[in-house]
Structures are given as structure tokens and as C-alpha cells.
């Protein structure tokens, strides 16, 4: 196919500007980027036609194109000749030919699939790919279970996206940016550009401001506390206890829920025995309810009055409902010892509960497109600061009864749900969920990536990967136990080690472990390709490394197919080579727009093809007659062409996303807020935990090896993590923050904005507050160290500061690094964690980020500076 | 007349630093100058302790120092009252840069970190630093324009001022918060004008400065 | 609000003030330091001593250096050195000619034109009196270089009112705007005036003893009213508008914090009040005026360069915004 790239007047905006996608943080704003008559870009604007960013760009989206003409840039494949691998150590690098590393690589891959293809370990974390059908496509093809999004899988949606696939049929959710009003922020920063769906909620909640109340629940003010009418500073890792305060408070002393909501829509009516287990209908085996007027009734009798409160004889059995569970479950968790975990003041829990009550105008409906529905605008927004702690999935479970208690899940001022389980389809998106047996919300295993829902759990069994997969029923992600499985091989028993490593766009050298931990983890895997721009930490630790392109010379089709939430526009789109890469690829003749055409050669080297297309047709949902023939042979553009035909219709192909590249639609009032249109119910008691807690300790007591279950619970506590109980003179918590000119690791050897960090949050500072530097004698622009419980330093600047609690060391993202172009000075959090048991939570796969640390001058600094 | 202002909704200000990058990709600004940055402040004490934004840039002032100050001439006011600097011209006395109470003029020193004048301009290490070596003159003293380049452009090509993006300034442009607005501040009915008479008027930096200046703001903290 | 950011000190680093520091603190400005504190005591000097020498009529008797009477020389090699330095520090000086440009508005095309006037015209005021190798090539211009025709006399008082301009200018480039609230006085311009008087009647004592010629009361008389006009224009700006943003942490500087010993010390102990005390001194005890006029001299002149140096090092914007203190309303209120 003649393709036409670098088409540049696609847009209105005149010549020299193409319409694009940007890659550098997961919410893939639409851009518009300009070629000066050098060929060079040189400006990159927000897409103004594009509804989910309207036009607007975050600093890291502004500075993009820096990067492009980098001179580290890695132009030809390349073969390490030292054997002998580590940080510091130089590879020598010589280059080879395309052919030749193709057929090495695809070599180890054939080899790998005979014995096991599960010993394949793919990383990545390239959000074009794992959002399309691209990335599931590529590791089904090879017969892999799923990619490994590697860092993100250690420390981010661990209690996330089980949770909201439980409770909403969604993998990621965020606030209403439009209808709430009031929104609580736990560890999180909604409403600043620090989150999803940044410039479209960031952009609504500013001009709403006022009509607004937000409070932000963190150990630090990061940049939405600071935006926030409230910061409310909390020890770390103590979220839950305050979450179940505030449930104890809605329920037993309040009495503000959605009783309606709670009957109909979630499963807190079944009646629940002694034993924690739902009672059953003996005829059908439905759970039961108690019908105020019949007795015990299946809960799809329908039953118009089923209780939510009461102890119940059923049979001559004790039954309350799982409401009733919970109220009693809760009422440990008083304001006053609430406060005693927290460092909360028992009257600010008890005025936040009442608060987000209020807020939540039970009872109340609002009409969109003259459809009445709830109206609901109090939520909460968390991600990686609830998650990344040892109880994480108990800290997910408990975040959850907030907007559900109160009816706020999908509907307008709630929590809104994004149900990208349907990748690969835009169209004819499904917004219901299917219900299981027991009529609970049932997704399971989602999409082509290894990435597990939470209900119905899966089976156990004895782990196939270091991931223990087979053992986290439960969880989303394994991969911390990659690690663990690594530093202590015959803790569990040595499950199988990978044998071979692709890497692409996921430094987990800088982004996961200690570098040591990850290094040592890496240097056990025979062999190791990574497909790079530019070398990275780990990238050097590779055999061989293929050359990638910059997100500006990229051609990848449907890297967007809806994030915003609610009452906004549908939209589709994908990136396109703003300019044409000079690299040569590995298909002669072809452009080099996209690491996919990597991918397709290796399968075809490596006899697997068919299976590709296969797993294509299927992810990707295609039909006739875009399906691809598994006995054929397609360039990577004729897949676009086809994907996007079949996806968009069939006058949207190649030569369309080239010249415009823009879908939107709008959205009917189901899509904007589903929960009113379907049946499937929310939990909240989740008794599921009671047998796959007896499954998973049968499984490890099989197998022999040591597995923590005690967090298998059908109610959420607040459980001490590793750091709670502090002992001098460790007696604070490490933990970092994100930044809004920073995502994840990768934008800091961007030039501009490594300098605006120098200048402005510098990655090198640790926050103190000033109680906690008086005490240690340090001041303001010291050379400090941090020292962790578990031996592990990092130096860092003093930066003296109200802004952060008083046990806490506050440092920024994973700065540092030793590849060219890090700053090595830079504070690197990641080196400061601990992979072992006593950090890791056996439910979620989480890893604890709040680390017992201790912190001394090195050197004095001069005062004042900053 | 035209008098093009800005006004700053600091209340709206989420601390992004986007305008600060936007402009510096737009005007392609020395590495170590930031013409229009937020800057941040604490404010109270633990746990009662906030942090505070505040977008800053040139004000354009109507009786605006730099001018007065400007022993060349490089600083001029142009008739729509957005001040200029002509890096050609200037000498490099930094008197505007004393005289300026924002701090709002920037001079690009030759820091070592790119090859000599003359040089190829690919020997620079990044594009934002070849782009300054290209667009500005070393020695010589930069500043805000309001991006009147994209002004004029817009005016020559029948744009909307303030609206169409290439057609407004690029902080303008890119802020997430819509925390800006920029337009003709002669014009009662124009959309800066408007927003001031719904906010009661806008507030200025400095006032003791007296400089009259076109960047406005609400809600300042 | 009080914190002020380090100061250069005329080290490293970017000279941008506060705008690339992301902050809202009182700034210290990092533009002009100790070049600038050179070439406005060389200024200051330069006119200072040519009108001292002229006023006090002191050009005729002191020596000469080809011709041209010593005083002058100085004079005119201050201003020149000066000057160089002025033009060495720009950024651009090759544009350097561009600085007489703006002279409607501009202190410093205003510091331009009067250094070339002077220089010119004080230089064409004594060209007849050039000797070069015992002839003396201009004799026949049509004045006297002493100023005793018409012709010199006109000379004379436009090269003379091209020193005051001289002696001024750097205090008025600095006094004119309300950026820096401890530069925005009369009493900057006043001061170096002053101080440029002082240190000029000291530089031409200096002379009087080098040529063996005796100080007279007189000029001690002189030399006291100027250091006491200036102890109270130093006292005086102390002593005003104590509170307001900048000016309060320049004054903390100056009085309380790292300058506090060079500024009590140098510039008002031993540049200011014991000159004053020395020349009431020399005033009264004809017998020592000789050795007074040259501790004057070295008590003023490092005197002189320190005030300028610390006005310099303690110019401080106020922070752009004070939070909590409203602006009068621009428009629609």
C-alpha cells in the first residue's frame, strides 16, 4: 500500500500542522503539531475540535517534540558484547543488521514457545498498545497469557480496577467533573493535571470553582490539596481507618444512604449468615432477602421492600442482611479512634462524613436529555495513594462503600466509570454488565492484557510464572512477586523464571524496585531484547536493542477510543507521523511509523502469524470483510486500514486517519450515566471472599509453600502496614507524590521540563516539615540523607515546609537514573522500597510505598535557598 | 483604539505550569528564561497550610518603566499596548531589567552550553535550545509579547483575537483551567471587559508601581 | 513575606530576576554589581574633580601631564576608564552607540550624551594647552583653556554642566523607577552627588600634597559641608518610609544583616562621619591638614565605592503581590 505520510493538512489550521495524539501520560490528549520549514516540530497544541481535551496541553503535552532530534537517539539495532551486565557496566554496543537481530530474537522466541511460551515475559507500558488490540494481539499471538505493564502493575490500579470492575463495570473511574459538587480526594489529585481525564476535568471543575467543595485527603499538599478548599494531612497508610469512620458515621450515626439504590442496585439486602455466607434459596439457590411483608424471598423475586437493617430468623437460621454486617462491622471505627490511627481530629471526621452526606442530595434526580435520573454529586477520586500500601485491596474495598453507599456510581455527580473492556470497539460500546447468578456485576479476566478483575474471583492453582498468577485470585497484577520470586527463589518454591525478556517503553530499571533488585532480576534472564528511542536504565541491560520511533513520528490508529466520563462526547482517534522518522525500520522499503512492525516480523520469523491474526479478529472484534485471512501475510498498514475501517466504518481506513483522523459522536444518556439502565448489582458485602480465601489456602497448603489470606475478608478494615509501628530511629515514612510536569519516569530527560524542574518542584528536594527538621537539627537547603528501616539511602535537599505531616519525608516521582541524560542527583523513591513479604499485599499484588525511614544532615546548605 | 490586556482568573489556577512550557515552545525562550510562570507560595502553618499559584508575565504597562528606562530604543509600546523588545537593537544595559517591578525582562547570557556564534545551528543539544540561539540574540534582553506574532497573524488572516489559537497567546491557549482570557481592553463589550465589570474590576501587581498595566486579575489570594 | 533570596554578590548565575524563580519573595536584583559600582565612582570622580579643580580653581599650579593640568587628567581618565567599563559590561557593546538613543526618557542616554559632551568638550577646553614634545600643535585654537575668554569660559561651563549631569546620572537611573522602592529617592541621586563632591575635593587635596601645595581651610571647610550634607542625606534615607515592601528588607540588610558591618563601618563610620570629623579638624589645625587630607582621601574615595556598591546590592523588588493586601480596582467596579 502507497501510504502517505506526514500529510499535513488535515486540519484548519493551515499548513504545517497535523493532528495527532500525545503519548506522554495515559489520558492521550488530542494534538495538533507544527513542522517548520526545517522539518523540525517545533510547537504541539491542544486539538480544539477534539472533545476530550478541548483544545488544551499540560506542560509535559507543550514540551513533547523535545526528544525528537535527541542526539542519544538509538538509530540502528545494536548487540551488547560484554557479557557481563549491571549498572555501570558498559555493554558494547556494535550494530548489526535488522536481519540479524530479527532472527535472533525470533530465534529465542520459537525456542521459548516449545518449551513454555509463559516464559515469555513481555513488558511494557506503550499506551498506544495496551489500549488498542495492538498489545493483546502480539502476546496472544506468541500464546501468552498477557503483557506485564511491569511498574504500574507494582504500584497503581492493584486496588483500583478490581474495585470499580466490582462496582461499576469499569477499569478506570473519576468524579463527574461536570454534575459533583462535592468531591473528596484520597491520596489522589483530582482536578489538577496530576490524574485522568485532566484537561477535560481540570477545564470544569476551574470555571465551576466555586460551586465546588474539594478536599484532599494526603499526607502531603500536593498540588490538588493545594487547589483543594480543604487539605486534610493523614498519616500514611491510615486512609481506611477514616474511610470506615465515615461509613460508620454515614450509617450508625447519621443514617445518610441510598436505601433505594442499596436494595435494587448492590447486594447489601442478601441476607448473610453466621457463617459470613449468603443464606440461599434451597430451590433455586439465589441469595435471599427479607421481604418485610413475605419473609426470606430470592432477591430477584422481585421483592419491592427488601431490609436493609435487622437480625433475621430464617429457618431457624440468624441471618442479617449485608448492610446490617456492615453497620455493626463499622462501628468499631469511632471519630476518637479514627483519630488515633489518622492523626484525622476526631471532629473532622465526623464533619467530613457529614459533609460528603450532605452533599450527596439523596433523593434528589436531575434531568439530562430530558431523561430524570439520581442526582448524586458527592464522590471521591484515589488511585496509586490508597493502593500502593500492604492492605491494599481492604483499603479498595473500603474506599468503594463511599459512593456506593450513597447511590453515587454512575449517575450524574457520582463516580464515573470507563468501560474500556470492550477494546478494540468503539461503536456499539456495552455499558451494561452482564450479571452472574447471584445478579453481581461479572467481569473477571479484562481485556488481552494480564490484568484480573476482582468478581467473580479465578481459580487457584499452582503458579505457571514467578507472577504467582494462579495464586491472586483476586488481583489485578503480579508483578511485584516477579521480584520477590527472584531475591528469594525458593520462598515459593522457585515457580518458573522467565527466559527471555522484550522491553519496550517501560524503564523498570528506574520505574519498579531498587535498581539492584530489578537489576539482579534482569541479569537472571538469559536472554533480553528492548525496543528503545533512546538508551535507558534498562535498556542497558539488554542483548540486543532495536531502535523505536518518537511518539511524533508514530502511526498508530485508535490510541483513543474514549476516557472522558459523563456528559461528554464520544471520540476516536489516533497518532500519525507528524514528521517521518529517518530510522530505517525492519521492513525494507517501509516507512518506520510504529514498534508493531517489529512485532510482525518477528512473528512471521517465528512461524506465528496465524495465531496473531487470529487473536486479532477476535480482540479487536473484526468482521467480514476486514477480518484478516490467519493464513496471510499483512503489512502493518493494511492491519490499520482494516482495524479502522471495521472500527469506524468503512469510509474512516488509512487514508483517513492520515488526512483527518477525528471521530466524535455523541453519547446517549445511558452511555453518559449506565447505572439506572441495568440490572447488575454492586457489592457490599463481598461474600466471594470467604470461599476463594478456603480455595487459595487449600491450593498453598497443596503446594506447601507459606501464603498470607488473612485479607481475604467480606468487609474492608484498616489493617497496620509494615511502617505503622515505627521505631526510632526510623520514626517517619518516606513516600513521593506525583507532579504535574511529570508522568511517570520518562519526561525527565525532556530538556524544558527537566529545567523547569531544577527551577521550580526540584526532583532533588525531600519535604520536611519544620517540627521534623527542628528536631534533627536540619535546615532548610541541607544535603540530607534518608535512611530506611531497611538499610536503603538516598541524599537528597531539605526542603522545609508546612506543606507535608509532620512523620513524613516527602519526596517527588522516581527521579535519578545513570543512562545519559538523567540527573543522577535526583532522589529515586523506587530505590528506597523493600521487596519482600512483610511490603507486599497478597490480595491486590500491591507494593507499600510508605517506608519506615530516617533522615540526617549530610552537609549544611545555605538558608534559604531554594 | 485597541488595547490588547490579559486578565487572570488566579482562582482558577490549578499550579500546572502548562503556560509556562507553552510559552516557551511558542517563543522558543532561552532554557533559563521563563516569561510567563506560575509562581507558588506557602501560606499558613501545619496543618492549616496551603500553597498558592499566581501566573505572572509582562504586564504591557501603559506607563510601562522598561520603556522609560531603555537608553536604546529596543523597548518600544506599540499602539495596541503590547510592549516590545527588539533584541536587534538592544544593548544589553539591563536597565529595564531594574526598572521593570515584575520582573518580567530576561537576558539571554551566553551560559557555555551551546556552541559558539556562528556555529551550526544542529550543534545545539536540544531543539528548544537551537530554536533560542536561532531566535533570540545572545546579549540582548527578551521579554512577553502577548505572542503578537500570533496576534498579527490573526489579524492579517481574519481570526478571532484571543479565540482561535493560533490567533492567542499560547499560555492563553493551553491552561487547563481556562484561567485566562485575553482581549481588547478599550472595547466595553469585549470578553476581558466583560469578565472585569462581572468581577467588580480587576486588580493589578505593584500597584504602588503605577505602571497601569494590561495584565489583570480576579481573584487574587 | 520577609525572606529574601540570596543575593549574587556578583557571582555566577543568571542575572533574571524573579520571574524565573517561581516564587513570591522579596528579590534581590542581580543585574548591576561591582562593575557598575566601579564606573559610577569613576564617574563621580571624573566630573567631580574637574569641577572642584575648576571651582576651587585649582587647575594651574598642581602639575601637568603633557600639558594638560593634573587635575584634569584625572578627571578625564576616570570618566574614560569608567566609560570602558560601563561599555565592556554590556551585553552587546558593540551596539553600544545605541545608548544615546533614547534620550527623551532614558537616564542612561542621558549618562551617554553627558560623558561624550564632557569628554569632548573639556577635551576641545584644554587642547590649546596640549604639549606633545615641547610643541604644542592646537595653541592656535581661539580660546584659553582656562577657561579666562569667552570662548573657554563657554566651554568651560558646558563641559561643566556635563560633570554635574556626570556625577548624577547613576543615582537618577537608579532613582527614577518604582521597581526597587530603595532606589525609587531623591536621596540615591543626592547621595552620590555628594559623595562624588566629597571624594572629588579629597582626590584634589590628594593632589595639593603630591604637588606641595598647601590645603587650605578653606577647602576643608568645603570638604566638611559635603560629608555632613551627605551623612544626612544617608541618615534621612534610613530614616524614610521604614515599612514599605523592599525598601523594609533593604534597610534589614543594610542595618541589621550581612552588610551591616561594611555599611556602619565603611560608608558611614569611615567614609562619612570621620571624614567629616577630620576635615572640622583640618578646618581648625592648619598643622595637619596636609596628613588629614590624605586620610580623608583614603577614607572617602573606598567610602564613596562601597555606598554605591551596597545601593546596588541591596536593590530589592518587593514580592509582586502581597497576599491579603487588595489593589485599587482597574475598571468595571
Redesign the interface.
Known sequence: METVLGARTGTAYGDGWVRSACTICMNRCGILAHVNDDEVVDKILGDPDNPHNHGRTCAKGDAGFEGLTDPDRITTPLRRTNPDKGVGVDPGWVPISWDEALDEIAGHLRDTIADDPEKILYTSFDIYHLRGALAASWVTGLGMPGYSTWSAAIFCGNNVHGILYMNQNAFESNPDPIYSRYILNFGAQFGSVVHYDTMHSTHELSVRRSDVRMVSVDPVCSSAAAVADEWVPIRPGTDAALILGMVDQLINELGIYDAEFLKNSTNAAYLVGTDGRYLRDPRTGKPLVWDEANGPQPFDAGTANAALTGTFDVDGAEARPGFQMLADHVRSYTPEYVESITTVPAETVRRLAREFGEAACIGETITVDGVELPYRPATVAWYRGLSAHKHSMLNGMAIILLPTLIGGIDVPGGLLGDPWGLIGKVKDLEYTSKASDDGLISQGFIGGGRVGGLYPPRPTGPPKTTEMWELLPCAPYGTVFSLLNSEQPELFGAPPFPSMMINFNSNMMKSSGPPEVVERFIKRIPFVAAIAKRFEETTLMADIVLPDVHYLERMTPLVYQHLASGDSRHSAYGAKPVVQSSIEGPVAGEPFVDAMQIYLELLKRADRLPQFNEAFNNIAKMRDPYRLDPDASYSYFEICDRWLRNTLGDDKGLDWHLSDGLWTEDKTVEQKFPRPFFDARAQVYCEFMIDTKQNLENTVEELGIPWETDDYQPLPDWKPGPAYERTAPHDLFVTNMKVPNHALSHTHKNSILSTLSNRHNDLKSVWINPKTADARGISHGDLVQIETSGGRKQTATARVTQLVHPEVLATQGCGGGWSSGSSGDEVNFNALLNIDVEHIDFVSGALDCAIAADVRTVRSGRGGAR | MTRWGMVIDA????????C???C???N?SP?????A???????????D??????P?LCNHCEDA?C????????LTRRDDGIVMADED???????C?????????????D?GTVAVEGAPAEAA???????AHQRH?????SKCTYCAHKIDFGLENGLEVGVH??ATPACV???????RIFGD?DDPDSNV?QY????????????????LPST?YVG?? | MTAVSPTAGGGSGPQNVFMDQFDLEARTQRVWDINHAIWFTLMGVGGGVFLAGRILNLTEGLGYLLGIPTVDVVSFGAIAVGGAILVADLGRPLQAWRAFVNVRTSWISWGAWSDLIFLVVAGLLVLPALSLGGSEPFSGLGWDPHGGDGGGLALEIVAGVAAVVVMTYAGAVLARPRAIPYWNSPAVPLQFLLSSAAMSVAVVMLIEVIAGEPVTAGQMVLLGLLTAALLIAVVVHLLTRTAEPGKRESLERLLRGQYRGLFAGLVVVAGTALPLVLAVVGAAASGARDALAVLCFLLLVPGGFWLRLLTLRVGIFPPVHIPGVASPRTAGG
Open positions: 482562582a482558577r489556577c490549578v499550579g500546572c505550569q502548562a509556562t512550557v507553552a516557551k515552545t511558542e522558543q532554557l533559563d528564561a521563563w516569561y510562570p506560575v509562581v507558588e507560595w506557602e501560606e499558613g502553618e501545619f496543618p497550610a496551603t500553597l498558592n499559584y499566581l505572572v518603566p520603556v522609560t528606562a531603555c537608553p536604546s530604543g529596543a537593537v538592544c544593548i544589553g544595559s539591563r536597565a531589567m531594574t526598572a521593570c517591578p515584575y520582573g518580567a525582562l530576561h537576558f539571554f547570557e551560559r543539544p536540544s531543539v528548544p535550545e537551537r530554536y540574540v545572545r546579549g540582548a534582553v489559537p493560533l491557549v493551553t491552561c487547563p483551567a481556562e484561567c481592553l471587559s472585569l465589570a462581572g468581577h467588580g474590576g480587576g486588580e493589578v501587581l505593584r500597584p504602588d508601581a503605577k505602571t489583570q487574587l489570594p
